[in-house]
């Protein structure tokens, strides 16, 4: 099992920034990526950005620079730098273990214009 536990969201005008967080607990030696997804009402979950056991990093194109994922140890971090409205959505952290999915709980992040 895994247990993801995100923090960082919170309410910023546009233009401003955010740092999330997503600390993974239990079995994560087996993991080889961690995620950020985020889901706005009555849609699917998007894939934000990727970061992989090497160090190797991928990004939505919607993110157009803006954001950085960076890992340390067991924690995994969304650096969101100006942020837009269209950012306005509730974060979730991811990894897998084998076939399983494990998702954390979320943290909200409005963007106010």
């Known amino acids: 099992q895994v247990q993801l536990r995100e923090s960082g969201g919170g309410l910023v005008r546009a233009g401003g920034s955010l740092r999330l967080s997503c600390v993974a607990s239990g079995s994560i030696s087996s993991i080889n990526f961690m995620r950020w997804y985020r889901q706005t009402p009555g849609n699917d979950r998007e894939l934000v950005a990727s970061?992989?056991?090497?160090?190797d990093t991928d990004y939505a194109d919607f993110v157009e620079g803006r954001f950085t994922i960076s890992r340390d140890d067991a924690t995994v971090y969304l650096q969101m730098n100006s942020l837009k409205p269209e950012d306005t959505a509730v974060y979730y952290c991811?990894?897998?273990?084998?076939?399983?999915?494990?998702w954390g709980q979320g943290t909200q992040v409005t963007v106010s214009s």
């Open positions: 970061i992989f056991r090497g160090g």
């Open positions: 991811n990894v897998w273990r084998g076939p399983v999915p494990f």
